[in-house]
């Protein structure tokens, strides 16, 4: 008997079973089928997944930090960022009139030829013009063009404009340090952008904050060890000196004895960092710091003191100068004002080479080489700056007899002017040395003792007498304070000699002597106006700087206040 | 039972309400916030704005310039300054 034959008897229509389990079995399939593609989905693939969901209403924000001030060590701002607007365009979108392209080409400030060839470039984005003022974005929002848009940056700005251009330095158009402070501080004043990640409804209002991915870090304030006050007065008086005598570049240094802080640097050629579309190296270039020469007689006193250190010599020593003359090798050396016999503090006043190279001879070559080396010459300052240079001193094992003579007035070495400036400290901090700072410290530093206090004390008083009349740098004296200081004339190196008529003329000295406070060093390049001894060209700037320096800090008077009296130019010769 | 469940939703709904609430106040407090700090930094950059404003007119070659130019100062002979130690003056 069949199934089909029992259900039919019952009268009702019977389907064979396997029927039903079949459609069982497949309505199980399908929920299996489901049960797993929400396994897949869930357990598997839920981080894809819920990514994509969030991209449609979480945003990540740029958090922008604001890069940190610059300031004098009296508060007022050298470099401060402040919000400018971007403008940029999507050129397939922007659909413009004539009438409309003039006006936004007036309003960016370009010309229309110049709107016309941004906007047919075939890029996706273009810059119109970078870096407006916020009142110029407002105007431009205001004139609802489609598909023109504006970006948030920060400009920095310089009010210190040339004075300060070389310390301070500039940052690029990303705001970004390139140059001097600016670059050496970077990662202090830059800070970091941060960035959060919030909620936006459909009109793009943010309506929760999920997470700080990472904290905006603003860039910390700098305080520099820079006074505005000094550093104006400073560059003044040297760009005016620069100019009277024709020269093509200046540099000045005032560092303060007890802390070791700059007070002023300045450089002529200058330029003006709120506006670099012209800029040339020569302008750029911190001389003070970066560039190196032969410093020539301003480094005698560091022979002298030598000698004094290794007892081979007292201040009221004699040696024999005659004829003016001294031959080593083939090689002459001269004085500007021949004598027959100077003695060690006179050899300083004339600036005597045959004396100096005399002395020099007689002491040991290590021990000049070691003095020269602890003061600093030949390495590079512990300075925060880009590009200190560290100068030329060789090992003395290389020395021949003519090149001992030759250093000791300051031929056949090379330092910068910031590292004279330094190696100064040693005789106006009774033979300590003090470290540099450009940034602001306010307390004393404590120096490293290079000399001993008497020797400190007798180079002092010899650089008194030097500027003395009768000495080669009476211009740096001036009314109301006792001033100590050596000048140098040095003929500039050309082509593996010495040329001529180009010279280079400094004055590194301080004040006031009984209880020195500033160290100055000046040094003029390639005066052409017919002067170029040290000490007319270089010493008057000293005098100007210093006295104005002097008043500001309202260093007590330790001369009488008497008009100073000077001889003829002929005294400030000097042939090195 | 019935007592329970009807206990339970109304438990249930009284704390769907306070979620909502307590979302809606965090959002208004956060944009209260952010407006707060947007404020602190458009005054921040005043500031910033402001104190570059006082360095220019602050100048020292501006200063120096009016002072001799316009107000027809100078700087005082040296014999006429007095310069005072703080410690002996007090």
Known sequence: MSRAAVATTQGMVRFPVWRARFVLGALLAAFLLLAGRSVYLQALKTDFLQEKGEARYSRVLEVPATRGRILDRNGEALAVSTPVKSIWAIPADVELSARERQKLARLLGIEVA??????????????????????????????????????????????????????????????????????????????????????????GR?????????????????????????????????????????????????????????????????????????????????????????????????????????????????????????????????????????????????????????????????????????????????????????????????????????????????????????????FAREGELVPLTLVKSGSVASGEKILSTETARAVRAMLEQAVQNGGTGPRARIMGWRVAGKTGTAHKQENGGYAADKYLSSFVGFAPASAPRIVLAVMIDEPSAGQYYGGVVAAPVFAQVMQGVLRMLGVPHDAPLEPIELPGEDEAKEST | MAKLNLLLLAVLVACAIGLVTSQHRARKLFSDLEREQNRSRELDIDYGRLQLEASTWGLHQRVEKIATGTLGMRAPDPRRVRVVARDKAR
Not at chain 1, 145 to 173: D, L, M, N, S, W
Not at chain 1, 179 to 197: K, N, V, W, Y
Not at chain 1, 301 to 327: D, I, N, Q, Y
């Open chain 1, 206 to 426: 943010v309506v929760e904050d999920v997470e700080s991915i990472r904290a905006a870090q603003t860039g910390a304030d700098l305080t520099l060890a820079i006074d505005s006050k000094i550093q104006s007065l400073a560059f003044g008086a040297l760009k005016a000196a620069v100019e009277h005598h024709r020269a093509k570049a200046g540099a000045l240094v005032a560092v303060d004895v007890r802390s070791g802080e700059i007070l002023a640097l300045a450089n002529v050629p200058s330029y003006n960092p709120n506006n670099r579309a012209r800029l040339g190296g020569a302008q750029l270039r911190n001389r003070a710091v970066t560039d190196v020469f032969e410093p020539g007689s301003t480094l005698k006193p560091f022979t002298v003191a030598v000698a004094l250190e290794a007892g081979k010599v007292s201040p009221s020593t004699a040696v024999a100068t005659a004829p003016g003359r001294l031959t080593i090798a083939n090689y002459t050396i001269h004085d500007a004002h021949p004598a027959a016999m100077l003695t060690t503090a006179q050899i300083i006043q004339k600036s005597s080479n045959v004396g100096a190279a005399k002395i020099a001879l007689a002491l040991p070559r290590e021990a000049m080489w070691d003095l020269f080396r602890r003061v600093g010459f030949g390495t590079a300052p512990e300075l925060t700056f880009p590009g200190a240079a560290s100068g030329k001193l060789r090992h003395y094992r290389t020395w021949q007899p003519i090149e001992q003579a030759t250093m000791a007035y300051g031929h056949g070495i090379s330092v910068s002017l910031l590292q004279l400036a330094r190696a100064y400290t040693v």
């Open chain 1, 114 to 203: 110049e709107l016309n060839r941004k906007l047919s470039e075939a890029r996706d984005f273009v810059y119109l013009k970078r870096q407006i003022s916020p009142e110029t974005a407002e105007t431009i929002e205001a004139l609802g063009i489609k598909g023109i848009y504006q970006q948030r940056e920060f400009r920095r700005y310089y009010p210190g404009g040339e004075v300060t251009a070389h310390v301070v330095g500039f940052t690029g158009v990303d705001d970004a340090g390139q140059e001097g402070i600016e670059l050496a501080h970077q990662e202090t004043l830059g800070g970091r952008p941060g960035s959060r990640r919030v909620i936006k409804d459909r009109l």
